[in-house]
């Protein structure tokens, strides 16, 4: 079987955004492909963490890997530091990538924009990123056009190293949703939904509860036309409902459309907000039976499955650049 690798990295509030744009796909996709999910915390060192937070979201990210459908006897769930081999590939990548590459990163810039002191670490991110899928023989990543450009920086580097060294790594593959991958602001919807927002109201959180959901979807930001028409130009945020109402349902926008044309926007508002409480109460449900030591033991297993994996791929790797094996 072809192979998936993806990961979310554990900071902040999962949303809808996130579940939209990659996680619901992992479920699709464990049925079809040899799969890895990983919880991405070293990703998330790239700003200052809270340690107690930090370890208390990435358990919370594997108990909502395993409550949106996971399945794994299926697919393998790992904790990135719990692969030592993740940091070392990054290491030997990082030797092999131009500095002008990395200055180009549209997220180092837009994370970087205003501040004083930005960390080496969120400058050699995408690094890390592409060792996280060259270590498993990556055919296929479902991303979000967010980390497209990242994507496009593995696949350069992979080219590289193989031109130089010989066959050594995979060239992984995008894999990106047409309809839903890229979920917008409730409040600005010229602006991607994102965690790090501090307007609660601009976000729909995978454990939110319904009253909070509702309201949420009650006060989105739309426009005074009063008109159910998709127009991400001129009317972004009717449109990016209409979009969730669509991802939410799995009907086209089309039909969408069709299915509320003539009526306001409040209808369409109280409808969507039923549609997404139906399906965050069964994940939540799912989350809220979630043993800890159930939870601990996926990911034990998890690390040591990936962790065989990634172990030949980094000596083959080190091979080829000529570091000295223990004899």
Known sequence: ?????????????????????????????????????????????????????????????????????????????????????????????????????????????????????VSVGLFTYPDLMAADILLYDTNFVPVGNDQKQHLELTRDIAIRFNNRFGETFVVPEPMILKTGSRIMSLTEPDKKMSKSSENQYSKINLLDEPSQIKKKIMRAVTDSENVIRYDPENKPGLSNLLTLYSSFTDISIEEAEARFKGQGYGTLKKELADVIVERLSEIQNNYKNLDLNYINEILKEGAEKASSIAKVTIERVKDKMGLLPIK
């Open 1 to 117: 079987m072809q192979r998936v690798f993806s990961g979310v990295q554990p900071t902040g509030d999962i949303h809808i955004g996130n579940y939209l744009g990659a996680m619901r796909q992992f479920v699709k996709l464990q049925n079809d492909y040899s799969c890895l999910f990983c919880i991405v915390d070293l990703h998330a060192l790239t700003v200052p963490q809270d340690p107690e937070t930090l370890r208390k979201k990435s358990i919370e990210l594997a108990g909502l890997y395993l409550a949106i459908g996971l399945d794994p006897k299926k697919v393998i769930i790992f904790v990135q530091s719990h692969v030592p081999e993740h940091p070392e590939l990054a290491w030997l990548l990082q030797c092999m990538t131009y500095f002008g590459e990395l200055s180009r990163m549209t997220q180092f810039k837009d994370k970087s924009k205003g501040k004083e002191t």
